[in-house]
């Protein structure tokens, strides 16, 4: 479990957890309004069946345990490309380091059990560009990222879809951003990442 003074971030969720399914699936759905997100929603079944499969991680307030934040693992293409989906920190707990702890524990995760994936995203926020680069991913044009189309089913959802479907799913409003192992931007763990690694785990 990693932590910070105010959160702690539980992988993989328990499935107790899962009694925040609803919540988490709210505030996807909120954020989605904002001006300028590219974000698909998510149901409280999906984001359910994510926790029950141990996919799932969930930042919670130490004081109280209640949800700060949410964002789950997926595979693709014979598990060859990662990525992680439905990020989303509660609006009362950002910029205290949630995003960054969720996603290096997912990173950890995923270059340890699949050291030859790509691991990438879409994204059009700056804080999660900001922390794929400190891990070493780098914005490609979509052509590199997984031809899965179950990962771009996932896009259905999200405003821009048709964007997405217009541009024949080379272009949309998302930067698209991958980790690949053979060719990272800088390798992993780096001076900005030692500090999530524990070595007997990595
Ligand atoms: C994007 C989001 C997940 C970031 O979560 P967070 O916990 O606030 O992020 P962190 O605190 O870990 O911030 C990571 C870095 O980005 C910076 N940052 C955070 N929010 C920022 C903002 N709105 N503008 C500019 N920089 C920002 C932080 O300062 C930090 O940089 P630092 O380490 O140099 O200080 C959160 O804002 C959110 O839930 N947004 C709505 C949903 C969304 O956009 N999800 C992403 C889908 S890909």
């Known amino acids: 479990m990693r932590e910070n003074e105010e959160f702690e971030v539980v992988f993989p969720a328990a499935a107790d957890l899962d009694k925040w399914a609803t919540k988490i699936s709210e505030l996807i759905a909120e954020a989605a309004q904002e001006k300028n997100s590219g974000l698909a929603q998510r149901t409280p079944e999906h984001i359910r069946k994510k926790i029950n499969e141990g996919k799932a991680v969930v ?3 130490k004081k109280d345990k209640t949800l700060a934040g949410f964002c789950y693992i997926d595979t693709w293409q014979n ?9 989303i920190v509660h609006p009362d707990c950002r910029g205290k380091g949630i995003a960054t702890l969720m996603k290096h524990e997912l990173f950890v995760y995923a270059r340890k059990n699949y050291p030859n ?5 879409l994204t059009t926020s700056f ?14 044009p979509y ?13 259905e959802s999200c405003v821009h879809f048709e964007t997405l479907v217009k541009n024949n799913r ?3 409003k998302c ?5 690949d192992p053979e060719n990272p931007r800088r390798s992993f763990p780096n001076e900005e990442t030692i500090m999530f690694i524990d070595s007997d785990n990595y």
């Open 59 to 61: 930042a919670l307030r």
């Open 175 to 179: 930067a698209g951003m991958i980790y």
């Open 127 to 140: 804080a999660v560009k900001k922390i794929n680069v400190r891990l070493g991913y780098k914005e490609v």
């Open 79 to 87: 598990d060859t490309f990662i990525v992680n989906s439905g990020l």
């Open 170 to 172: 080379l272009e949309c």
């Open 117 to 121: 994936a790509k691991i990438f995203g």
């Open 143 to 155: 052509s590199e990222l997984t031809t899965d189309d179950g990962f771009w089913k996932g896009c």
